[in-house]
């Protein structure tokens, strides 16, 4: 379970559908945001702009509640990158 979910959700959903732009730690970042038809999936791939790192999670909605599935990375670097990232407008 995710500590303070909601606000984790919150900030998820506050992030603009399609590829955008932003900061997080003051690096640049390129991320793109996808959600379902039905809105019960959703994901998000970033890409360090001139880095390395990359951030990729699946967000499942169930009748039980959220499910976060980071893609091979710890789940608090997904939950702090969404937390944290800023979106920059072009």
Same mark, same amino acid.
């Given at each position: 379970?995710? $500590?303070? %979910? +909601?606000?984790?959700?919150? *900030?998820?959903?506050?992030?603009? %559908? !399609? /590829?955008?732009? @932003? %900061?997080?730690?003051?690096?640049?970042? @390129?991320?793109?945001?996808?959600?379902? $038809?039905? !809105? &019960?999936?959703?994901? #998000?791939?970033?890409?360090?702009? @001139? !880095?390395? +790192?990359?951030? /990729? #999670?699946? #967000?499942? *909605?169930?009748?039980? @509640?959220?499910?976060?599935?980071?893609?091979?990375? $710890?789940?608090?670097? =997904?939950?702090?990158? =969404? %937390? !944290? #990232?800023? =979106?920059? +407008? &072009?």
């Amino acid at each position: 379970m995710i $500590p303070d %979910l +909601d606000s984790f959700l919150a *900030r998820y959903d506050a992030l603009p %559908l !399609g /590829s955008f732009e @932003g %900061l997080y730690q003051n690096l640049r970042y @390129g991320v793109t945001r996808t959600a379902s $038809p039905d !809105g &019960k999936r959703g994901w #998000l791939y970033a890409e360090e702009l @001139g !880095g390395a +790192d990359h951030i /990729s #999670l699946n #967000l499942y *909605r169930l009748e039980s @509640g959220a499910k976060l599935n980071p893609c091979e990375m $710890p789940k608090q670097k =997904v939950i702090d990158f =969404v %937390l !944290g #990232l800023d =979106v920059q +407008d &072009k």
